[in-house]
């Protein structure tokens, strides 16, 4: 997987919906991959981290927002479906030391004691604005139908 592909947990989706995700995907010349969404509590800076996880979990790609949504679903006995967008590919380094809160100066005092990371966190801006991009045009196209 690569950034600005597709990923799709549908678990107990109708064959329509994801049939309709292949349709969008295809017309919009995306890649959309189906499986499940392994869950981190921390972001995995290391490639090998990523892959254990995924293997652990028998999971396609690893985020950690889905999972809360997924146990509401659970719990309130509804589908979950998730569309997700990949920013960062196995094989990609993240930054190992990330900025402790929002606020203007936190990010201010991270950027100037972190100087070494400064590569990948440009590199992590410019596949973030891919990936949004991918993702908002697909679900533009795929909500209406759903």
């Known amino acids: 997987m690569a950034t600005g592909d597709l990923v799709a947990e549908l678990g107990g989706a109708e064959l329509e919906t994801l049939e309709a995700a292949r349709a969008v995907a295809a017309r919009q010349g995306a890649r959309i991959h189906f499986g499940r969404l ?11 981290e990523k892959a ?5 979990q028998r999971a396609s790609a690893v985020d950690m927002e889905s999972a809360a949504v997924r146990r ?5 006995a509804v589908f979950f479906h998730a569309f997700r ?10 930054p ?14 991270y950027a100037a004691g972190n100087l070494s990371q400064w590569p990948l966190l440009l ?17 533009e196209e795929l909500l209406p139908w759903l």
Do not use: C, I
């Open 38 to 48: 392994a869950h981190s509590e921390r972001v995995l800076a290391e490639p090998r």
């Open 85 to 94: 967008v990949v920013l960062d590919s196995l094989e990609d380094r993240l």
């Open 52 to 56: 254990d996880l995924g293997r652990r």
């Open 123 to 139: 590199s992590l801006a410019l596949k973030q604005r891919k990936a949004m991009r991918a993702l908002s045009r697909f679900l």
């Open 96 to 109: 190992s030391v990330l900025p402790q809160g929002e606020s203007f100066s936190e990010l201010v005092r």
């Open 72 to 76: 509401w679903a659970a719990d309130h």
